[in-house]
C-alpha cells in the first residue's frame, strides 16, 4: 500500500526502510533534506513539502506521522486537518500524550479524516526490523484498510488494535512506566553485585541470566551488549534521563486511585541520578542507549 511518511528520524528512517522492504510505496517528507535524500537511496520517492508529498499520493491517502511529540506534532496534525481529503487516514505512530490524541482525534473527525493513535515499541531496531504497534482509532472498518501494513512491519503478534481513539498512546504510556520499573529493577540488581565481596563479570552474568531463568528478557541481552564494551561502565555517567511517559502513567493512576510505587520509584530513581551519580545509573543508562538510541551522559 502506499503510506506518506512524515518524519525521518532515528526511528521513522527505519520505520520507511521497514515499510519498503514489506512492498509498500513510501512517500516520505521531512523538514531535514539530507534525511529526505537518505529515505529516497533506499527506495522511497521524495518530497520536499508536506504539500508535495500529498500531490504525490493516490486518495484515500494513508499519512504515518512519526515527528516529536508535543507542538512538532500538533502542528503537523492542524497542517493535516487542512490538506487531507474526508476519508484519508492518519496514523501518529510518536510518543504523544493520549489526552492530545483525543484532541487530534476531534480535530481530523471534524474533517471526515480517520485518525489512529499507534504507540510504537522496539526501538529503531524494531522500526528496522519488525515493531511492536497498540493501535488506537475510533472506525474499526478503517483499520482493516490499514492492517496489512501492520501485518507487514510489526512482530508475530507484535500489533494489536486497542478500540477507541487514545487507546493506543495510553497503551503505549503504561507500557513505558512498566519499562521503567523493570530497568530500574536490572540496575539495582547489578549495583548490589558492584558492591558485593565478589569479583563477578557482569557481561557474563547478564548472559547468564538470560539463558533459561526468570529474568531473561531483550533488556538482560542490552545489558550484556553493554558491560562487553564496558565491563564497569566507567565510560559513563549514571544519570537516567526521562522522556516523561512514566510520569503520565503516575498521574493518571493516582487520578483512578490505583497504587503503582514500583513505577512512582522507578521515576523518582531517575531524578535523584540528576543529582548523585550511581552504578543503577549507569546500568539504566545504558539500557535506553541500547534500545533507544537515547543519549548517555559521558565521563
Known sequence: MQIGLIGLGKMGI?????????????????????????????????ASSLDEMIEKMDAPRTVWVMVPAG??????????????DADDIVIDGGNTFWKDSLKHNRLLTEKGIHFFDCGSSGGW???????????????????ERIRPLFEGIAQKDGYLYTGKAGSGHYLKMVHNGVEYGMMESIGEGFEVLEASD?????????????????IRSWLMELAQ???????????????????????????????????????????????????????????VSALRNGFGGHAMDKN
Do not use: C
Request: charged share 25%; aromatic share 8%.
Open 14 to 46: 527505519h520505520l520507511a526502510q521497514n515499510m519498503l522492504r514489506n512492498k509498500n510505496d513510501v512517500v516520505a517528507f521531512d523538514l531535514n533534506q539530507d534525511a529526505v535524500k537518505e529515505a529516497g537511496s533506499y527506495g522511497a520517492q521524495t
Open 225 to 283: 551488549a553493554a558491560f562487553e564494551k564496558d565491563p564497569h561502565l566507567d565510560q559513563i555517567k549514571g544519570r537516567m534521563h526521562s522522556s516523561g511517559e512514566a510520569h503520565w502513567t503516575i498521574v493518571d493512576a493516582m487520578e483512578k486511585g490505583v497504587p503503582t510505587p514500583v513505577i512512582y520509584e522507578a521515576l523518582s530513581a531517575r531524578f535523584k541520578s540528576m543529582q548523585d551519580d550511581s552504578f543503577d545509573g549507569k546500568v
Open 71 to 84: 507542538k512538532p506534532t500538533d502542528a503537523t496534525i492542524e497542517a493535516l486537518a487542512e490538506k487531507l
Open 125 to 143: 531496531r524494531g522500526a528496522l526490523e519488525g515493531g511492536n504497534f497498540m493501535i488506537g482509532g475510533d472506525d474499526k472498518d478503517a483499520f
Open 198 to 214: 565478589f569479583d563477578y563479570d557482569n557481561a557474563a552474568v547478564a548472559k547468564l541470566w538470560n539463558n533459561g531463568s526468570v
